[in-house]
């Protein structure tokens, strides 16, 4: 299914688009409300349940969570990746009016205040944190590649498939009885008359919307559903979610009936500096201070009563046969680390997009250093390290400048990996500088040299950001929907990625789908499935469309297909006898409120099969050769 973002986007437009029909009872119950949002999630709310931290002395689930968690033992903290990086630009932010007005007493009262000792030991620290990062990237692909594989996916051919209630519970939410649990919501809020579950109902009222229309979309850039493609799916979701947040929120923007944007890619409103995570916002936490204890009980967010009343629904629909975690109490922990995530991919801070270059060069500078870009690895090298830094006392007097420099350099280098580059230059320790006796300072080159420093810093934060994006964990500026190429140049290794154009435009129906499971690796993730399932079927058949055909497009009318219609298992048929592909996700929305008292068709939400498939399950065994498939019981 899509991202949050788009499901985002479509609730807003729904809402607009009931208060022009005069349906403001729905439009107003959902408006500006944190449970509209959270239940536009749809099942993607249920991606981190169980994220709790496990009773001492047990190992957590290896699930979804775990990945962030450990992603964040070394983002978060102090020392970590956000703290270093405050606290190093901090100091720069101090040291930059003490050379650009040549005050030796401003950098004496630095070096005295206590300042230069505390970046230096917290480099020092994370330089220690940096010996973790490759057993920790290790576990983190570990966990991607093999744990949450489904377990079908390692099973010998013929094997009886995993069981529903080991499923985890995103999955389950949906694929068994989505159109009973919609009915189910709607139902408990209006007989509790609870004001939080209604918001949330008619929320997810629209995520099942969005997904039935925008998920045979997304299977279709993939090449397969998430229960194959696990990780490619959110990779990809990332880029579609950018591409329609920046061209529902860029005035005028236009495709031009091609591939260039008016305005330019470059100029559309960026994702990443959105503040999600504000739409879900159900109560005052320090983001900072949640992600640096993880490992501690978390907050109690979400209200018990409406947990409650929520946990009530599953039971009826679903009675006790449902994924471990899946409980009252388990929203609380799913709706945190949902939030913190959100918070992490789109919040302006020390990690956030629309980061400006430094200012300068100053007019003083002469040359340009020939790489400062540590992610521009040589072939088969190391990252360049940070300009050298030369005396700037005679004598070669090692005084404070030079050791604020110094500190300086290692904490960029740390960024950049570097760490021995870094090591070396925080160890260095400041000595005492005397403004009356000391030989003239060169300040025209301490400013250049600080420029270069900033520009070295600026590369390693957008090669870092890059990296992320690329990676599946944070969302790609907007100006790289517009890459021909998508590569990151590690250690001297180039991994190609698909082209940003091929990550966000549907495929023509003759594509094969849906894919085998993936094989984990590093270098196939990135690129579109070549193994596929037997018999294959249709994701989609509009191809080379962007993401608002399937959003609100007129070319793709309600007429093509409307959500809340009934058919015949496996799938709904069109009367020329093809699948039906759905009318766009806006005007579905709006006609199921339209029809709100309807008994809604259990729609696989992830449409696995492809096209317009009811909820299935294997039949008897999985054989990736010769899928057979039955109604859900």
Request: charged share 20%.
């Amino acid at each position: 299914m899509p991202g949050a973002a788009t499901h985002f986007h479509v609730l807003e437009r729904t809402i607009d688009q009931l208060t022009a029909a005069g349906m403001t009872d729905f439009a107003n119950a959902m408006r500006d409300n944190p449970y509209a949002y959270l239940g536009a999630l749809g099942p993607a709310l249920l991606d981190f349940m169980p994220s709790d931290p496990p009773p001492e002395g047990t190992e957590p689930p290896k699930n979804y969570a775990l990945v962030w968690k450990k992603l964040f033992a070394v983002i978060g903290g102090d020392p970590g990746l956000i703290a270093t990086l405050r606290k190093i630009e901090e100091l720069l932010a101090e040291v930059q009016p003490l050379a650009d007005n040549e005050d030796c007493e401003g950098l004496v009262a630095l070096r005295d205040s206590g300042r230069v000792g505390e970046v230096e030991t917290l480099s020092n620290q994370f330089v220690e944190l940096l010996g973790t990062v490759q057993t920790i990237a290790g576990e983190i692909f570990a966990l991607i590649s093999v744990d949450l594989k489904p377990k079908f996916c390692s099973l010998a051919q013929g094997a009886p498939p995993t069981p529903p209630n080991e499923w985890p519970p995103r999955d389950f939410f949906s694929w068994k009885k989505t159109g009973p649990f919609l009915r189910k919501l709607i139902d408990k809020a209006h007989s509790t008359g609870d004001s939080r579950l209604k918001a949330y109902a008619y929320g997810y009222l629209v995520a099942y919307a969005t997904s039935v229309t925008g998920s045979p979309f997304v299977n279709s850039v993939v090449g397969g559903p998430p229960r194959t493609q696990w990780w490619r799916q959110r990779f990809i979701k990332n880029y579609v979610d950018a591409w329609v947040y920046g061209f529902y929120n860029t005035p005028g923007a236009s495709m031009n009936g091609g591939d260039t944007p008016t305005p330019p890619y470059e100029d559309w409103k960026n994702l990443c500096s959105a503040n999600l995570h504000d739409k879900i916002n159900l109560g005052s936490i320090d983001p900072e201070q949640f992600l640096n204890n993880l490992d501690a009980p978390f907050p109690k967010v979400v209200p018990d009563d409406f947990a409650a009343l929520w946990a009530e629904c599953v039971s009826d629909v679903y009675g006790g046969n449902v994924p471990p975690g899946v409980a009252a109490n388990g929203l609380n922990s799913t709706y945190l680390m949902t939030w913190l995530v959100m918070w992490f991919q789109t919040a302006v801070g020390p990690l956030g997009c629309n980061l400006k270059p430094p200012p300068g060069p100053p007019g003083t500078c002469t040359g340009e250093p020939a790489e400062l870009d540590p992610f521009k690895f040589p072939p088969g090298g190391s990252p360049p390290p940070p300009p050298s830094p030369t005396p700037d006392v005679e004598e070669d007097t090692a005084a404070i400048v030079c050791a604020i420099i110094l500190i300086i350099l290692g904490g960029i280098a740390i960024l950049a990996g570097a760490a021995a580059a870094g090591a070396v230059a925080i160890v260095i320790a400041a000595a005492l500088l005397d403004c009356d006796n000391v030989a003239e300072i060169d300040w025209a080159g301490f400013r250049c040299k600080l420029f270069w420093f900033r520009t070295y810093m600026y590369n390693g934060l957008i090669g870092l950001q890059r990296l992320l994006s690329l990676a599946g964990f944070r969302y790609p500026e907007a100006k790289a929907l517009g890459f021909d190429v998508n590569a990151l140049s590690l250690a001297g290794i180039d991994l190609p990625f698909e082209s940003a154009i091929n990550l966000i435009k549907s495929r023509s129906g003759d594509e094969r789908f849906p894919s085998k499971c993936w094989d984990g690796g590093v270098l196939t993730f990135n690129q579109r499935p070549t193994q596929f399932e037997k018999p294959g079927t249709a994701a989609y058949l509009t191809g080379f469309a962007y993401p608002s055909f399937f959003v609100d497009d007129p070319a793709n009318p309600l007429a093509n297909g409307d959500v809340k219609t009934n058919g015949g298992f496996p799938l709904r048929m069109s009367p020329q006898g093809s699948p039906v592909q759905f009318g766009n996700a806006i005007e579905n929305a709006v006609d199921l409120f339209k029809h709100i008292a309807t008994n809604f068709p259990s729609w696989n939400l992830d449409a696995d099969r492809g096209l317009a498939y009811y909820t299935w399950q294997f039949k008897g065994t999985y054989d990736p050769d010769n899928v057979q498939i039955e109604p859900e019981p």
